[in-house]
């Protein structure tokens, strides 16, 4: 036979709006946060801010909080990927082919101007 459990409803609505207030600050201060700190490393910000969203969406909204297996998989496959992704960069910058041509490469000169003049064919 099964176990009978009781659930408190109001308890459970509670987290959730609670939930619901934690997500409404964060986008808030998504908008908010290049402006008035961390300019020189919003990307980071955003990005950390966006993981905290992240995981109280899966946690709380998917009913994700008392499950270790999916957890584990799903940190696993994170690590995964992030391998993958850095060994794929590292592969790629290592044989980056238009040092000479780009902008990003290019070595910066100090106090060396060229001339504009036009040649003519």
Do not use: C, R
């Not at 969406?57 to 297996?69: A, R, T």
């Not at 990927?81 to 910066?108: A, N, R, W």
Request: net charge neutral; aromatic share 12%.
């Amino acid at each position: 036979m099964g176990i009978k459990t009781t659930v408190n409803y109001q308890e459970e609505k509670a987290v959730y709006f609670k939930v619901l207030a934690g997500l409404l600050l964060l986008t808030a201060i998504t908008f908010i946060q290049p402006h008035l700190f961390m300019a020189q490393s919003t990307f980071m910000a955003q990005m950390l801010i966006a993981v905290i969203k992240a995981w109280l969406i899966v946690m709380y909204y998917m009913h994700l909080k008392g499950e270790k297996l999916i957890g584990a998989m799903v940190i696993f496959a994170l690590l995964l990927v992030l391998v993958f992704f850095v060994i794929v960069i590292g592969i790629d910058v290592s044989h980056f082919q238009f040092k000479g041509e780009s902008y990003i490469t290019e070595p910066i000169t100090t106090g060396v101007t060229q001339s504009a003049t036009p040649t003519h064919h």
